[in-house]
């Protein structure tokens, strides 16, 4: 398996832009996370789908940010618009399930960077 | 709310040294426990986790940690370290009850081992 597939790996915008990151989770896993990695705030979860459902979006930072979840096979979140403080790097990441004994694998990332 | 605390941010051994890096976590009830590990360049991947049974857990690389429920504490070790361990751990846990599949990642700490 080529494990979770994220692009782009590298995106660099304008503040105000519209910015989309796109992943593909592992086949057959049913759980989806969407991360964000910063010096200051380290790791957050910002959502997170079970079956395509987004069951948790507590973490999303306010309603510039969305997930969609159309298939099993794919997820975007997106940024609507941009600003310099979500530059960051975005960390998709898959589970078989929902379970918390199931292990998440991460995907390489998003380095975002909003001028 | 639920919170993860690395002590150690940033650690610089030479290879052979021993490594232990603290965690310790705020939740009183259940939890599942997680030690990833970061390479340079690469992404997130796990080391070991810990969900019930013996709470001296072995993991891949060498690598081993040990739960201590009386002092919340997760923390990883490794008898004598190498050069490729240079890279940045996360400890994370998953509370039980709640929020199922929400991981709660700490800060992370560098780890830097000079050859």
């Known amino acids: 398996d080529a494990g979770v597939i994220q692009s782009p790996r590298h995106e660099v915008t304008e503040m105000g832009q519209e910015v989309t990151l796109r992943c593909k989770p592992i086949?057959?896993?049913?759980?989806l996370f969407w991360y964000r990695q910063t010096m200051m705030r380290g790791l957050e979860l910002l959502i997170y789908?079970?079956?395509?459902?987004?069951?948790?979006d507590s973490g999303m930072p306010e309603d510039r940010f969305s997930a969609k979840m159309p298939n099993a096979s794919f997820s975007t979140l997106k940024i609507q618009p941009s600003e310099p403080r979500d530059s960051a790097v975005y960390f998709c990441?898959?589970?078989?399930?929902?379970?918390?004994?199931?292990?998440?694998?991460f995907g390489p990332g998003t380095r975002l960077t909003v001028l | 709310a639920q919170s993860v605390s690395q002590h150690n941010h940033h650690v610089i051994l030479s290879e052979a040294a021993s490594l232990e890096l603290g965690c310790n976590y705020s939740?009183?009830?259940?939890?599942?426990l997680f030690w990833y590990v970061q390479y340079p360049g690469q992404h997130l991947q796990l080391l070991l986790k810990?969900?019930?049974?013996?709470?001296l857990v072995k993991g891949i690389k060498g690598f081993e940690a040990e739960f201590i429920k009386s002092k919340f504490s997760f923390n990883l070790r490794k008898p004598s370290v190498q050069w490729s361990d240079t890279a940045e751990y996360f400890c994370?846990?998953?509370?039980?009850?709640?929020?199922?599949?929400?991981?709660?990642f700490g800060q992370g700490t560098t780890l830097q081992v000079k050859p």
């Open positions: 086949s057959g896993h049913n759980s």
């Open positions: 990441a898959s589970s078989l399930g929902q379970h918390t004994t199931d292990t998440q694998y």
């Open positions: 939740y009183g009830g259940t939890v599942n």
């Open positions: 810990y969900f019930s049974g013996d709470p």
């Open positions: 994370a846990v998953n509370a039980l009850s709640g929020n199922t599949g929400k991981l709660i």
């Open positions: 789908f079970n079956n395509n459902v987004p069951i948790d």
